[in-house]
Structures are given as C-alpha cells and as structure tokens.
C-alpha cells in the first residue's frame, strides 16, 4: 500500500490524500478522508459533519440527507463544522432541528451552546416541536472574519439537550435559509469511486438502504421526472473528454415498467444522454458509462431525470477517468453491524452498518472524535480541543484481500475479542417467563438430566426481582427465599448463572436512598419504560458520572456476593445513558460490567455498538467513535427478533458478518427467536394479569432446525418470550433433533474453545464468512448469507426452509469437502444440493481438517474433565490442528496438543503430540479416539506400528466412517495411529 499526502496541503481531504493498493488482482486508488467544507448560503447537513457522543440516524421522516444527528444526551456532546468564509462581517448560524418528548420524559424548549474556534459561549434555545418528524428553524448571529472558523454546538452542563439536529446553515441576516439544492457536498477525486448519497440530490431522489450489494453506506433512490444527483469531481488533469461510470440498478420501477433508461448528464456545458440497461432485479448492481467533457480542475457532473419515463433507476456510485482508463472499484462492505436485530421479521433485509472489511481492500477508522482512555488507571479524558483549530486523528488499514490479517491488526489496535470462561461455550437455558427456584431445582434441571441433554447455563429473566420486576434491585423472597442457596445448589450442579437487569430504580426501592446518597442526588426522575414507572418515581443513571455509576454498579454487590455469576444488561426501554464525550455509551457501562470481576474472566451479556437514545432501538447507526470497543467485554445478544423461518435465514449471514465487520466473536441470538409468530399453544401455564395463560411453541421443524443453527454459533442460547424451548415440548422427531444437537453443541465445546482461545490471541472469530477463508473467490462473497466457516475447517450451511426434509444449496470451495453426519464426499468449486433430514443438517469437513469433539455425552462441562476425546479427520489432504486447554476460567497457564495428519498413497497417519505447557486441574490421562472420514475400508489399523485387532477399530461402509478406540494413555506420551 503506498500512502500520498500533499505536505503542507492542511487538512486531511480528498484533494490532498489518497491510497494506492491492490485487492487481489485489482488495483485501486482510494481517497479515505472525505472533509466537509460548510460556506455561506451552503447547507450543510449534520450527519456528514464532525461528531462526537453523538450517532447518526435515520429513524424519523421529514429529514433532508441521509439522516441527522441524534440525541445530544450527555454532557459534551457535539457537532463541529468546518467553515470557510471569505468576506468577514455579520452572519446567522442557521439551525432546522426537531425536539419532541425527551428520554427524561419531558416536552420542553430545549439549548445547546455555539462556540466559534473555541471563543465565547452563546446559548441558542430551541423551542418543542410538533414531534420528532416535524423540523424547527432558529438561529444565531455570529461575526466572523475572513478565513476558516470551526463553529460547534454542544451541551454543556448547563444545557438540556435531547434534540435531534438535521442541518446547519451560514447565511446573512435576512436570507433565507438554503434548500437541499444548495447542499454542500464533498470532492470526489479523478480516478476513485465516489459514494452517488454523498453528492447533491434534488427532487425526489432520497437516500436509502433497502436493497443489498450497494457500496458504502447507502444508495441514491427515487430518481424519478425532475429528480436530480450532482457530484463536484476534483482533479481532473486536462480540459479534455473523459468517462462518467455510474453504478446503478434498474429493476420494475415505480412505472411498472422493467426496461432501458435514460438521463441526462451535464457538464462543462454540454449536456449528454446515459443509457441504462435492465438489470436482473434491484439488488443487482451494474455499471452505465457515457462521455463527459470536463475543463482542469474541478467540475460539477449532473444527473438529471426530464421524462416521466427517465431514470427510475438507483445510483449507487460516481466515478470520472481517462477514456480508456479501467473503472475503479466501488467500496462494497464486507459484513455489518448493528445494535441488535429487534423487530426484524425476516421479511426484508437487515440493514447494517459497513466495518472494517471492504471488497476493494481498504478502510480508514477515524479516531478524531474518540475519548483517550488510560488503561492503568481506567479514567477517560477528553480529546484537546486544538483551540478550534481542524484536527484528524485516523488509522489507514490497506489490507487489500487479506482479512485476517486485517483483524489481526484490528485487534492490534483497539484489543482482540474476549476470551469467555470455558462453560459460557456450553448450552444456555433462557425464557423470558416466570421462574422461580423451586421451578429450576424441582422441574427444570430434572428433566434435562432425565432427557440426557446437557445444561451449563440459567438465564433468569426480568421476573426474579423485588420490589418491581423490572427495575427492582434485589432477589424476590417470594421466588428465591434463598438467593445464595440457590446459587450454592447451582455451583454444584455444575451450572452458572446470569440475571437480567434494566438500569432504572424506583424511589420506593429500599436500596434508593443509599443509591440517590452515593450518587450525591444525581439520579434523575422519568425515562423508564411503562413497567418501571409503578408510582410514576422511576430514576435513571448517567454512566459517564462517576458518583452515578459507582451508585449503579453497587446496586448488583449483593447478588454478586450471594453468588451470581454474571450479568445480562437488558438496555431495553429506560433512559440511562453515558454522558461521557467521546465514548459510546454502550462500549462504557459494558466495560464496567467486566471490570467489576478483574480476577476472572468478566464480561457482560448486552447489547453492543450504540446507545439507546440515538439512532433507534435497535436499528444500524454509523458510530462516531466506531464499534471497536465492545468486542473486549461483551457476549452481544441481538435482541428480540420473531420466530420464522425468515428471521432464522438472516442470522445464518448475521453472525460472520458481523464478526467480520467488528472483530466480535462472542454473538449469540435468541435460539428459535423471541416473539411468537405462530398462535401454537405451548405446554405451559402462567400467570399474567391475573389470568392463566399458556406458552406458545414453534412449529417442530423450525424448532429443531433453529437448534440445529445454535450447535454451530459462537453461543447457544436457548430463549423466547413465553414459548417452549425445550426439547420434551416438541415431538418426537423434533425432540430427538433437538436432543442430538444440544449434546453435539456440548461435545464441541474443546473444538469452540479452541477456536475462541485463536480468535482471543489473533483477532480472527469463531465464526468466519466464506471470503474470510477464500478472499480470492468471487462466490465466496455471494454465498456469504447461506453457509459460513466455523474455524478453517468447518462447513456450515444450516437447513432454513420448512419441512421434515430440506434441500439446502451449498456452494463447496476449491478442495474435497467430507459431510461429516453422511461420510459423502463432495468435490470443491462447485455447488451442489444437499437434502437432510431433521436428524442432520449440512456440514462438512475440508480434507486435511481436524475436529476434536467429547467422545461421550455429559450433563454439563463444568465438573467434567476432557479425558476422552475424539479427533474426527477429513481425508484426503494433510492438515493439522492444535487443541488448547487451560483451567477454563482465569488462564495464567495453558496447555496446547498439536495433531497432524498425513497421507501417502494409501497410508493415512494421525499423529499426536505430547502437551506442551500445564495448568492447574490438567487431566494426566487420556482416551483418544479417532475417525477418518471419506476413506476407504481399512486392510491394516495400527497404534505406534502395532497392529490392532479388528475389535480395536469399527468400520462404517454406510458412512466410509473408520473409528479406532485407543487405550488411555499420558498426555505427555506422543501417538501415531495408521491405517492403510
């Protein structure tokens, strides 16, 4: 990669700095710093100026631009332009904004204060509007002088807040203020390709997200009759005649009508027609050309749509080059994230934010607006405000096609994904329904050890608490009249546990008063969600406080002292926040979670990459200081989805693709989704409102399909909001599925464990889109919704379609692919259909790979050591593998074994190393049993050169599965087991 940058050109822009790399085979000139410059009479729009503790969003109508800046919580939250003036004298600061009801719960003009180049302070109030979808205008007046001033609106201590910002406008006293037509927008530099939302759209173009395989974070839609999309091109070398791209869709438009468009396009003052052809359906991307004639320097290139019948296409990118010059490659992400997936259907497509990963190999992660964060001491400070002055702080990573390498740095930089306690690995039994400790002591474990399925984790939900069972703060007597007691009996049950907490409190609660003193009266009334506020006295907390948070964090000693093993911050519905600049309110208070256990392995079950207030419950938001930090401390629940087979389909490409966005490795969903679907009556009772109610299920085989799924992700957890999820509740195909996999999830844990030790020491998940593995196929990146890796070696493609049998389609890369349920072998670079019955679902092992599994079924891993182990190994191309062990909790030592396989001719060979390192507890024996997959009928089994009897070893000649049963030995004597 080779980085230029004009010396002595200021700040950072798409003028002055650009990035030269090649991905793959493609090379590709970039320009990762894109610097709004606001003038007067300009409109500038919020979202594409500097901010900081402030996120962007899009959740409200009536906005111009891509979204607006939403939320001004906490204190020190802001939003800086640039602006460029070149006449000094008397101007307004024009500001079109929304305030509707607050997440305090109050209705009321609102401030913010105006600073210019860090000077004098002025208040600017900003009166309620009719709701958030109806936009206000004020303004300010300011004298500036001639030059460059950076003008900032922030909430101070003194100021209020909770208001959503749209736009900003210089203008001169009197002038109106600027229509979107008037929007200033960023240069797009000759030779690179440039974001088509990122230029000035007119008419009833609008920004938007809705179709998959755009570039960046969105597209230009609705280009409809007196539609319009401008873009200002910088560095053209010559008068002369040069090629505008544009890439577009062009599916059935709002017409009816799927057919060649046209529109026009302007610049250097001819105007010319651009012919877009039909493409296959809206989420398909093509690229339209025509030739435009430019002066040196810079031009405006405009796009216009006169007919009724112009346009109706979607424009995804711009881009200007010589003649004869290749088109640059659009910066198509890889992957997304997002704060959670509530309310999603499956009926559209889950829209995320672009991360670190990129098609065209590079991406800038702009540190600019980002607290400084000490690790020593763990205190935050405040970026230096440079006395106004511009100032960029940002990470180039030019990876080009290798991603890992690109998560390794990543997690180089901003700290690698946790590396959970061994048992969090295991299976998680979660509903969000009525429990108390009687139910899990005399019912509910019962009938797993009865049913044989393995339990390691109890996720008690919201109900547990007194005095209110949402903001409550201590063990209801009622339900648990022996809080530690019960955590006792669950150690010894080899389970751990998880409560569900809200951060709000009622002032009725007993532990109030010592909350409100240690906050030193801080707490603030109103922002809680409706079964919070019982008497109407529900409080929140400011998390960025430090009185305020260490008042919240003591809320939980007492059930952390009884015996609580972690906890699971449902940041639902109340109005708790971080008013700490710089610092995502959700990456803080789920850092505090993790550091409040520094002598184990903390962390915290949450939501990640966002805060409540700004941007949507749920929803995909662009942080300014970026979604790198939770991965450190977070499993991230993503919310509560609905049970169908849709849902379940997205989160199959959710899971990689998030992890590949962010470097998070710990993601788990609601395994068989949240809210019911169906209106199937369950086999529950409860009470609700003072009537018995029963429990919904799902249909069996989206049951078992779903748990299925689980087996093969980061985390298994089981949950639901008042519907079965237990095997016993389904019927009896759908329950031995459902049985299998839970065991099989089980036995996996030493592979999972492994896996999550790799991701912990180079940055690189558990789970891995296809392209993570295979950067340079092409339809590595088309399958990535459908099939993932689970390690190197792991084909997962799960079966989401309905039936007691499902045809799943399974692109296979360049190698011999071994099912590992079936024993059928399948060559690479081609796809192929694969059918399972709900006893199965599609996996596959790559030849040479190594999957280590439990050889026998156990209740729980906790109590249970590793001393039988089986090695499942894929023939057909050597391979290796290393297993890594430590005490499962605290890792100051660890052990690894290393097995490699070979194969010559008809000689297979697997051998097995002796450990390397200790741990406390480390077993000293070992039962290893080994299975060669896709071979062929043994003729000579031996163990270090001795032949074994037949009744040593079981050939399989349904499955060509070879097992060999070893006797137990030390782990510190080496193996070799071969047959021919």
């Known amino acids: 990669m080779t980085l230029r940058y004009r010396v002595g050109s200021g700040p950072f822009d798409a003028q002055n700095l650009s990035v030269d790399l090649r991905a793959g085979s493609t090379p590709v000139t970039a320009t990762p710093w894109h610097r709004l410059t606001c003038t007067p009479g300009a409109l500038c729009e919020a979202e594409s100026l500097r901010l900081s503790g402030v996120s962007v969003a899009s959740d409200h109508s009536g906005h111009t631009g891509t979204g607006f800046a939403a939320g001004f919580e906490g204190t020190g939250a802001s939003v800086s332009a640039d602006i460029d003036v070149s006449t000094s004298g008397t101007y307004q600061l024009g500001l079109k904004y929304a305030n509707s009801r607050g997440g305090d719960g109050r209705t009321e003009p609102r401030t913010l204060t105006l600073t210019v180049d860090g000077g004098a302070r002025q208040t600017v109030t900003l009166p309620t509007t009719t709701d958030w979808d109806t936009w206000g205008l004020v303004r300010a007046g300011l004298q500036l002088g001639t030059g460059h001033h950076t003008v900032a609106l922030t909430r101070t201590a003194s100021d ?349 609660d007993p532990q109030f008063a010592q909350a409100q003193a240690t906050a030193k009266g801080k707490l603030a009334e109103g922002g809680c969600a409706s079964g919070a506020g019982v008497q109407d006295n529900c409080h929140t907390f400011d998390f960025g406080d430090p009185d305020q948070l260490k008042a919240y964090m003591d809320l939980h000693r007492t059930m952390d002292q009884q015996g609580n093993d972690f906890w699971w911050l449902d940041w639902c519905c ?102 019911d679907t169906t209106g199937l009556a369950g086999s529950e009772t409860y009470v609700d409102g003072g009537k018995l109610r029963t429990t919904y299920k799902l249909p069996d085989d989206l049951y078992a399909r779903w748990v299925q799924f689980g087996a093969f992700q980061p985390i298994d957890r089981l949950h639901s909001n008042h519907s079965d999820r237990l095997p016993w509740q389904y019927g009896a195909a759908a329950r031995r599925s459902a049985d299998r996999f839970l065991n099989l999830r089980e036995n996996l844990v030493p592979y999972t464990y492994s896996l999550a030790e790799e991701a912990h020491r180079t940055g690189v998940p558990i789970v891995r889109p296809t392209y993570l593995e295979y950067p340079d196929e092409p339809q590595a990146s088309a399958v990535a919704n459908s099939e993932y890796f689970y390690g190197s070696d792991v084909l997962v493609a799960p079966a989401t379609t309905p039936g007691d049998s499902a045809t799943t389609s399974v692109w296979f890369p360049p190698g011999r692919w071994t099912d590992y349920f079936t024993g059928k072998t399948y060559s690479g670079g081609a796809t192929h259909d694969i059918t399972t019955g709900l006893d199965s679902m599609p996996v596959f092992v790559k030849a040479g790979g190594v999957l280590p599994t439990r050889t026998h079924d156990v209740p729980h891993g906790d109590h249970t050591a590793l001393t039988d182990v089986t090695l499942t190994v894929s023939t057909g191309a050597p391979g290796s593998y290393s297993l890594y062990e430590d005490d499962g909790a605290t890792a100051p030592k660890s052990a690894t074994t290393r097995i490699r396989y070979r194969q010559a001719g008809s000689r297979h060979t697997v051998s097995i190393s002796p450990v390397k390192g200790s741990y406390p507890g480390q077993v000293s024996e070992r039962r290893w049993t080994v299975t060669f997959l896709g071979g062929e009928a043994p003729a000579k089994v031996a163990a270090d050169g001795v032949r074994l009897s037949p009744d040593a070893y079981h050939w399989d000649t349904g499955t060509g599965r070879l097992t060999v049963t070893l006797p137990r030995r030390s782990v510190h004597t080496p193996l070799t087991v071969t047959y021919q």
């Open 160 to 508: 209020s807040g909770d208001v959503n910002l749209d736009s900003v406008a210089l203008v001169r006293p009197g002038d109106p203020y600027p229509p979107p037509s008037a929007t200033a927008i960023p240069d797009c530099r000759f030779g690179v390709s440039c974001e088509a939302e990122a230029g000035r759209i007119g008419g009833t173009a609008v920004s938007a997200t809705d179709h998959a395989g755009y570039a960046g974070p969105g597209f230009v839609g609705e280009l409809d009759r007196g539609a319009s999309l401008s873009t200002h091109v910088v560095g053209v070398p010559a008068d002369g005649v040069y090629t505008l791209r544009v890439r577009y869709a062009n599916g059935t438009g709002g017409d009816g009508r799927h057919e060649s468009r046209t529109a026009t396009v302007s610049a250097g003052g001819t105007t010319r027609t651009l012919t877009f052809p039909a493409t296959k359906d809206w989420d398909d991307w093509q690229t339209a050309s025509v030739p435009v004639t430019l002066e040196a320097g810079a031009d405006d290139i405009t796009l216009g749509c006169p007919e009724a019948a112009s346009c109706h296409v979607n424009a995804d990118t711009v881009s200007v080059t010589g003649q004869d010059a290749p088109a640059p490659p659009p910066h198509v992400a890889l992957g997304g994230y997002r704060r959670g997936l509530d309310g999603v259907s499956g009926g559209s497509p889950v829209v995320t934010t672009p991360g670190l990963l990129n098609k065209d190999g590079w991406y800038l992660l702009d540190d600019t607006p980002s607290a400084l964060y000490d690790t020593v001491t763990r205190k935050v400070t405040r970026r230096p405000d440079h006395g106004g002055a511009p100032y960029q702080d940002g990470y180039v990573f030019g990876f080009g096609h290798d991603y890992k390498q690109a998560l390794a740095d990543l997690a180089a930089l901003t700290g690698p994904p946790a590396l959970l306690p061994q048992w969090a690995y295991g299976v998680w039994y979660s509903e969000y329904i009525d429990r108390t400790a009687a139910d899990y002591r005399d019912e509910i474990l019962p009938a797993f050890r009865a049913e044989g399925v393995p339990l390691d984790v109890l996720v008690t939900d919201t109900d547990f608490k007194a005095v209110n069972n949402w903001s409550g703060w201590e063990m209801d007597p009622a339900k648990f009249p022996d809080p530690e007691g019960f955590f006792d009996w669950s150690a010894a049950q080899g389970l751990h546990n998880t409560l569900n907490v809200h951060p709000s409190i009622l002032a009725s």
């Open 574 to 675: 109340d109005a708790s926040q971080s008013s700490m600049p710089g610092v995502t309110p959700d990456a803080w208070i789920n850092q505090q979670y993790a550091a409040a256990r520094p002598d184990d392995r903390g962390f915290v079950l949450s939501r990640a990459y966002g805060s409540l207030q700004a941007g949507g419950y749920s929803g995909q938001q662009a942080l300014p200081t970026g979604p790198w930090a939770d991965k450190r401390t977070t499993v991230h629940f993503t919310g509560d989805t609905s049970s169908t087979w849709g849902v379940l389909r997205q989160e199959v490409g959710y899971t990689p693709g998030e992890s590949a966005a962010t470097g998070m490795a710990a993601i788990t969903h609601d395994i068989g989704g949240h809210n």
